[in-house]
């Protein structure tokens, strides 16, 4: 009822409006909703709420996307996904193994692989909003929404390389299930797969309705269908669901055929907003607070808190600052510094870390070897990460814009101050003095009996 008021004149978008519901109702206020008491199908059901979340987001990203967006910009989106990806992950791991010594490395690289994709939904909300429309360049916001979607997708193989060398006895055996697994059969079958329904699906919808089989508005009934129905086969066949979902995405607006019939129709957008909040609240109402002191596994607040500060200057801002000059839609090391921060987690690192958890033992107490201590301790780190993402991701503009204002509202009244000074003392040099005032330019009913008397006043 005053969403819109909450968004256009606070800036405060679904993503922090929808988990601060979710924690409200969730079992640390009103116990109304409480995911994590449903036993032992709770993982599933959060695994695969995440996934459709995850599937019709970077879906939507490959349709809104301009015409070829993908191929016009691959350099662009090599530099902003793989390498920076890559460094994300290693000073991640390093930093959560400073933190968490009773993690080795490897199990840090794993909970790293949970954090390092920037989340598409949460980058959305955010770059949708009205504030950064008005004020960040749509190159820099393309190239986000594009780079948000394409590395989601690739979380896959870094969270691999973690897993098998985990639960792996051979260094060797684990490299070859992840070169072989990972990259060829995840990562590249899902790509292929996901375009080449995605090009099929156009080419059928453009007959059908060229020969008035199908009317304008079934192209948006299509929209959701079709995302589900590639991250289905895609997860069935063990393919990068992720992948292939914004790769139909992609290769349905391709031609810009789809663009042409579905313009300025909102459903598409409605559909977004609903889901996300649901997520959302799902998410607020699923965070295991309980979990975020746990000496017992080397986690306490103020570790966590350290992480999440350093993950927000370390992720992403230093390698984009040196990369940005080898990315044309970046134009400035401000835009790169903008870019650097706006790196989101959320329904991403949900989504990871409960497939991680469908890859390690069930832990015991105390936790029997490394992936069973690790198999406890990565859905608290990852959450409390994601909550801090989405207060700082989320409440940024609004803070920012506050503080525009308020530093613009300061230099209008100082300049106000000085322009009215100015213009006192000019007619006091001319011999002019407004009525009720003195020559210094104060009110006389400002001024201390004693003084008024003392000026003749």
Known sequence: MISLILREKLYINEVVLGTGFGILIGPYAANIFTPRSWGSFENTITLEVMRIVLATG?????????????????????????????????????????LFPELDYVSSLCIAACLTPTDPVTCVAIIRGKYATQHVPVNVR????????????????????????????????????????????QVILGTVFGAVLGYLFSKLMKICHDRGFIDRESYISQYLTLSIFTVGVASTIGADDLLAAFAAGCAISWDGYFHTQTENDAFSSVIDYVVN???????????PFDDYHSPEYGITPWRLVLLMIAILFLRRIPF???????????????????????????????????????????????????????????QPIVSFVVLGSIVVHGLSIPLFSIGRSVHCRTTFLSLTNTNHRSAVDGDAERGFVAPGVTPNGFAVDALPTTERVDAGL
């Open 58 to 98: 970077l879906f939507a990203v490959g349709i809104e996307l301009p015409c070829a967006y993908i191929k016009t910009h691959a350099r662009s989106l090599l530099v902003m996904v793989v390498p920076t990806m890559a460094f994300g992950w290693i000073v991640i791991a390093s930093v959560i193994q400073a």
């Open 142 to 185: 393309r190239i986000l929404t594009a780079e948000s979607a394409a590395n989601d997708g690739l979380a896959y193989p870094f969270l691999a390389i973690s897993i098998y060398l985990t639960v792996e006895t051979s260094v060797q055996t684990a490299i070859g299930k992840w070169f072989l697994v990972g990259w060829l059969y």
């Open 277 to 287: 909040c649901g997520c959302f609240i799902y998410i607020g109402a699923w965070l």
């Open 320 to 378: 984009l600052l040196m990369v940005y000059k080898f990315v044309p839609e970046i134009a400035s090391w401000k835009e790169a510094l903008l870019s650097g921060h706006f790196g989101p987690m959320g329904v991403g690192a949900v989504f990871v870390s409960s497939l991680a958890l469908t890859r390690l033992p069930t832990p015991e107490y105390p936790p029997a070897d490394q992936a069973q201590f690790l198999a406890a301790t990565i």
